[in-house]
C-alpha cells in the first residue's frame, strides 16, 4: 500500500534517547498531521501541517518538535520523553486543510502507525 | 473548543443484530461528521460522513444520523458481521476534527 507509511513501526526509547518518527505521503495531500493515540482516550491531534507551514500545535511539549521538509514528508523528533509519552503515535494527510472557521475538506488519511514505547 | 462525547465504550452485539453508537457535540459551528473504523493493529479508515445539511445517510449496511439542534449524531449497523468487530470513533469539525472515545464493538457468531 502506498498510501501512508510510518517509520519505524515500533519503538522502544529510554528517557535520554533523541529518535525521530518519519512519515511519508504518496497522496498529493497538501495537508499532514501527527495524532498521539493512548489507550482509552480520544485521538489527540498534535500538530497541523498545511503546505509545509504549521498550522497547529495544540499545547504539546516541547520534548515533540515536528519537522515538514516538503509537503510528502513530516517527521517527529522525539527527546528526553517521559513513559507516560507511550502511545501509538500516527500520521495523516488530507487533501487541504480549512482551518478553524472553515469548512472542513474531508477525509484523513492514517498512516499504520509508530508504536512508542518509553522506559 | 468543540467536545465531543461518545456512547457507548464497548458494545456486544450476537451476529446479524445490529449496532448502534452514539456522539453528542458541543459546538453548534460544528458542520462535518465523519466515522473511522480502527481493526486491531490497523489504521483507522473512515466508513462514512455526512456534512451538516443532511439528517441522514445510507451506505449498504451502515447510515449515520444527525440532528443538529439536539447536536448529537450516531451511527447505525444492521446484519452485523463479525468482521464488524472493531473500534470506531466519531468525530465533528468546523474546521478542526475532534474525535470521541471510541467504541470497541464486539460481533459475536
Known amino acids: 500500500e502506498t498510501g501512508v507509511t510510518q517509520t519505524p513501526r515500533h519503538l522502544v526509547m529510554g528517557m535520554t534517547n533523541k529518535k525521530s518518527l518519519k512519515c511519508e505521503q504518496h497522496?498529493?495531500?497538501?495537508?499532514m498531521y501527527w495524532y498521539k493515540q493512548s489507550a482509552k482516550k480520544p485521538l489527540e491531534l498534535m500538530f497541523v501541517?498545511?503546505?509545509?507551514?504549521?498550522?497547529e500545535n495544540n499545547s504539546v511539549p516541547s520534548r515533540f518538535s515536528p519537522e515538514c521538509p516538503n509537503s510528502s514528508h513530516l517527521f517527529l523528533h522525539l527527546h528526553t520523553l517521559q513513559p507516560e509519552d507511550s502511545a501509538l503515535y500516527l500520521c495523516?494527510?488530507?487533501?487541504?486543510?480549512?482551518?478553524?472557521?472553515?469548512?472542513?475538506?474531508?477525509?484523513?488519511?492514517f498512516g499504520e502507525g509508530s508504536r512508542l514505547t518509553v522506559l | 473548543g468543540e467536545n465531543v462525547e461518545q456512547h457507548p465504550s464497548t458494545l456486544s452485539v450476537q451476529e446479524g443484530d445490529s449496532a448502534v453508537i452514539k456522539c453528542t457535540y458541543s459546538?453548534?459551528?460544528?458542520?462535518?461528521f465523519p466515522w473511522y473504523k480502527q481493526e486491531l493493529g490497523k489504521r483507522p479508515q473512515l466508513i462514512i460522513d455526512?456534512?451538516?445539511?443532511?439528517g441522514e445517510k445510507k451506505d449498504q449496511r451502515i447510515a449515520v444520523t444527525l440532528n443538529k439542534t439536539a447536536k448529537h449524531f450516531s451511527l447505525h449497523i444492521t446484519e452485523t458481521q463479525p468482521e464488524d468487530s472493531a473500534v470506531y470513533f466519531c468525530?465533528?469539525?468546523?474546521?478542526?476534527?475532534?474525535f470521541g472515545q471510541g467504541t470497541e464493538l464486539s460481533v459475536k457468531p
Open positions: 495523516a494527510s488530507s487533501q487541504d486543510h480549512g482551518g478553524q472557521g472553515a469548512a472542513n475538506t474531508g477525509e484523513l488519511f
Open positions: 497522496l498529493g495531500h497538501n495537508a
Open positions: 501541517y498545511s503546505l509545509e507551514e504549521r498550522v
Open positions: 459546538d453548534s459551528a460544528s458542520n462535518y
Open positions: 455526512i456534512r451538516s445539511n443532511v
Open positions: 468525530a465533528a469539525s468546523e474546521g478542526k476534527l475532534i
